[in-house]
């Protein structure tokens, strides 16, 4: 075979290559759309499902902070869920009778969730690995205790009921339709934020105390300052998440933040892609739709995505999406540039 030959047949393979990535791109952008297009017109226990998995996308994105970009284990990050509901169910109910609005609540809860994480930060700056994610774990148990057992402020395991339906400017939000949208939007600006973030020089500080903390510091890091930045940005992002859940059920009580669900966030992060806004999306797809496409097998349903789980941590355990495939490479698929 000539050289010319050998030549032209690299680069028929390498055009067929760049056609089969940007056919992938291109089918996973249309999925997109076509799910944001379509989802508003299905049956309310649908768009409930898609309402489910946003919020656990919200979660994601923040969790992902602390955990893909920082490189620290957090197994409390429920606690910060709880936090942004249980604010949005105090302030919105009769409870304490004050009945704001949900754009009034949305800051405040930000403000508290940003506040709880460097609370949280401050007396594990000096940990790493195990050590870290048993106090974490333990301070997500503690606020899911606390809110157990003040009776006359969080109702105890009663709950708050009887919350205020959420609207803007006038403009009702209760229905799941109109719920889908407030997520739609919520996801798309957190979602912009934590990427810009990323490309900072904040993501990039991140980044060095992932790979090595010690370097990291020698360098002229500021490893306290940033750890806390990760903490209180992805307790805010938690908070945030927390309102628009209690919003939407118009009903909070323990039971919604367990371990369980911190667990569960964790693994959308490790089976999707850690550090990826992408594979967030395709974590999350993966835990919060399947058992719902496989209800029908109930006895089955959840042996059949343990293994799968373990599968998909065996044959990638860097997790399905590349930390390579972000969104710039996207576009750059997309568009050949």
Do not use: C
């Not at 609370?119 to 503690?142: H, K, N």
């Not at 990039?204 to 806390?228: C, F, H, M, P, Y």
């Not at 993966?286 to 799968?308: D, H, Q, S």
């Amino acid at each position: 075979m000539s050289a010319q030959t050998l030549a032209d047949s690299r680069e028929a393979e390498a055009t067929g290559s760049r056609l089969g990535r940007r056919l992938a791109a291109f089918l996973l952008l249309a999925a997109i759309v076509a799910l944001i297009a379509v989802t508003p017109f299905l049956p309310n226990y649908y768009i409930r499902v898609v309402n489910s998995l946003l919020i656990y996308v919200l979660l994601g994105i923040g969790l992902n902070i602390v955990i893909g970009y920082a490189g620290l284990l957090d197994l409390g990050f429920v606690a910060f869920y709880a936090v942004g509901a249980y604010t949005y169910g105090l302030l919105a109910s009769p409870q304490l009778g004050l009945h704001l609005p949900i754009l009034v609540i949305l800051p405040i809860a930000a403000a508290i969730g940003a506040i709880t994480g460097i609370l949280l930060g401050m007396p594990v700056l000096r940990l790493r690995g195990d050590y870290l994610a048993i106090v974490t774990l333990g301070f997500g148990e503690i606020i899911r205790i606390l809110l157990n057992n003040l009776d006359d402020l969080t109702g105890g395991p009663r709950g708050i009921f009887g919350i205020d339906k959420a609207s803007i400017l006038g403009v009702s939000i209760a229905r799941p339709g109109e719920i889908f949208w407030l997520l739609v939007v919520t996801v798309f600006i957190v979602g912009t934020l934590v990427w810009r973030l990323e490309r900072s020089i904040l993501g990039k500080a991140w980044a060095a105390i992932r790979e090595d903390q010690d370097a990291a510091k020698g360098v002229g890091i500021n490893t306290t300052n940033v750890k806390l930045a990760a903490f209180a940005i992805s307790a805010t992002i938690g908070s945030i998440a927390g309102v628009i859940f209690a919003a939407s059920q118009r009903f909070v009580s323990p039971e919604s933040f367990t371990l369980q669900e911190s667990v569960l966030i964790v693994l959308m992060i490790v089976i999707g892609g850690m550090g990826n806004i992408l594979g967030v999306f395709v974590g999350a797809s993966i835990l919060i739709l399947l058992p719902e496409v496989l209800r029908e097998f109930a006895e089955w349903r959840i042996l059949f995505l343990g293994l799968l789980m373990v599968t998909l941590i065996i044959i990638r355990p860097a997790g399905i999406v590349p930390r390579t495939l972000g969104p710039v490479r996207l576009v750059k698929v997309l568009f050949g540039k």
